[in-house]
């Protein structure tokens, strides 16, 4: 036998070394099962087209020639379906396209063995080395086109809808291993067969694109684990993931790093790792120095920190977290978070509370000389401006509730007028100001003598009036008395006079013991009423020769 004899069965090994490598180094997956099943279907060719040319028997060849092109329909399928779930476009699996996908496959194996009065292939010259081909291996080569131009569709459809750099990545890889077998395959049919009466044959061309087929596939599933969708996924997430993740086996090496990460870090899988390297140079504050020791010295805690970075003018916040496994430290994770615009919005929440809470308290003075103005307004709207005591208005509105509550709970009350005696006088001789300091002082002595519950009030002039609550008669004249007393004892010292000024005070008294009286439905009138018995006695106490108290009883 020739070397053209060997060729096939060379390129029979390879692919059967191929595929135990790739059965003893990958896990297997689903994807790596169809992946053997596909590959094995390749290895049939050769080991039939080496087969075939070792044998005389007719039987036999046409027994190789026939699981040969057996082989071809299933190899065209199952790529096409190798094709559908990689990319996974499983709408090419519903009833009516897989109908008109693979039933034309099954009819073209069943035509193979069969061979129908030599439709699929007849012999020539009494073997079947040489052999003539009909119309079932016509069809058989028209399947082999379809699911050719179907793959390069699904493909197309592929990369058109998937962004994922890994998924394209890997669909590229089937191109090229599709596009190798057909670009073998069609050579083959055009040299060995159209030709086949105007050029020599040329061996093992068809196995040969098998093998170098086989041969993208297994680079690209032992180095880029482009079947290992755990991995993928695995991968996909950590790379479509904002923050950098850098991952780190237990001797501080990387074995792992996602995109986001890459561009700002300058590590790739196999480094070693210094968590000193990560923060800038010069001096260090006292959190880092407590990081790093933290991290060399206690690795089963999660630590983190955050800081400003000088050389990229950044917010980082970085953790570190220990991998465990079985209760075994096997590595860590360490995760990088840009949070500079987080950290912005927390300066500007951190300023705007500041500005609100100036604000709150610059209205909140506000208020308060608001409240203190109007206290002051209320104040002044009760009081007299010249002594401080209260006004008549605001006696008057007391008065009107505190008397009908004495009527109504028989409560005994007095009410007190009394008038400066001869102030004209003091006006006339001292002036209007001295006049002044003599009622300002004068009502400052009274004051200092009244009960805490008692009301003086400016009656008018230099008239004033007191309201003695819960007051008999007695009680009312004893502090009668002792007002008009302390008042002609007090000597008035003012200011430019040489000697001090003395006045006297005349007081009408009346007094509310009896409650007999019918109900009173007008509390005003009644309180007028009282006032003016009250001004009826003061009036006749000036007119008794002053400095006395007049009392009345009702």
Not at 56 to 76: D, G, H, I, R
Request: neutral net charge.
């Amino acid at each position: 036998m020739g070397f053209e004899v060997w060729v096939d069965l060379i390129l029979f090994f390879a692919l059967f070394a191929l595929f135990a490598y790739i059965f003893a180094t990958v896990t297997i997956t689903n994807l790596h099962k169809l992946y053997l099943l596909f590959h094995f279907a390749m290895m049939l060719w050769p080991f039939c087209q080496f087969a075939i040319k070792t044998t005389e028997n007719p039987t036999f060849q046409l027994f190789y020639v026939k699981l040969a092109f057996v082989s071809s329909p299933l190899l065209t399928t199952g790529w096409l379906l190798f094709t559908i779930f990689l990319t996974g476009q499983s709408k090419f699996l519903r009833r009516k396209v897989s109908l008109f996908l693979f039933v034309p496959a099954l009819l073209a194996v069943l035509g193979v063995i069969v061979n129908p009065n030599g439709w699929f292939v007849l012999p020539v010259n009494g073997g079947y080395i040489q052999r003539a081909y009909g119309p079932i291996f016509w069809f058989n080569i028209t399947i082999l086109m379809i699911h050719f131009i179907v793959s390069l569709y699904i493909i197309y459809l592929a990369l058109v809808s998937n962004n994922t750099p890994r998924i394209k990545k890997q669909v590229m890889h089937m191109l090229r291993g599709i596009l190798v077998v057909a670009v073998f395959t069609m050579m083959d049919i055009f040299l060995n067969v159209i030709l086949s009466q105007y050029l020599p044959v040329i061996p093992g061309m068809a196995s040969l694109g098998v093998l170098l087929s086989a041969i993208i596939f297994v680079v690209a599933i032992h180095r880029d684990k482009v079947f290992d969708i755990v991995n993928i996924a695995h991968q996909d997430i950590i790379d479509t993931i904002e923050h950098g993740i850098l991952v780190l086996d237990d001797n501080e090496i990387v074995v792992e790093i996602n995109q986001s990460l890459l561009p700002h870090i300058n590590l790739r899988i196999g480094d070693q790792f210094n968590m000193a390297d990560i923060f800038p140079h010069g001096p260090t504050a006292g959190n880092i120095e407590w990081f790093l020791h933290t991290y060399r010295e206690r690795p089963l805690e999660r630590i983190e920190i955050e800081l400003l970075h000088p050389r990229i003018n950044r917010h980082i916040s970085i953790h570190s977290a220990p991998i465990m496994v079985s209760g075994l430290m096997v590595g860590r994770i360490i995760t990088f978070q840009d949070i500079t615009e987080l950290r912005r919005l927390i300066d500007e929440t951190i300023l705007q509370n500041k500005i609100l809470q100036e604000r709150n308290e610059a209205l909140i003075k506000i208020q308060d000389e608001l409240f203190q103005t109007n206290r002051k307004l209320n104040q002044m709207a009760i009081t007299d401006s010249l002594t401080g005591c209260y006004n008549r208005h605001y006696l008057t509105q007391q008065l009107e509730n505190e008397v009908m509550k004495n009527r109504k709970y028989q409560i005994s009350f007095a009410i007190l007028l009394l008038d400066i005696d001869f102030f004209k006088l003091v006006n006339d001789n001292y002036g209007h100001l001295a006049g002044d300091e003599v009622i300002c002082n004068t009502v400052e002595v009274i004051r200092q003598t009244l009960r805490r519950t008692d009301i003086l009030a400016r009656y008018g002039g230099e008239e004033f009036i007191i309201y003695l609550p819960n007051t008999d008669e007695s009680q009312a004249k004893l502090l009668a008395e002792r007002i008009k007393s302390t008042v002609e004892s007090n000597k008035v010292i003012i200011e430019n006079i040489a000697h001090s000024v003395s006045i006297t005070i005349s007081m009408g008294l009346l007094s509310i013991n009896d409650f007999s009286v019918e109900n009173i439905l007008n509390p005003k009138s009644y309180l007028n009423d009282l006032f003016e018995s009250v001004d009826k006695a003061l009036y006749q106490a000036k007119n008794e020769g002053r400095n006395r108290i007049i009392s009345v009883v009702r």
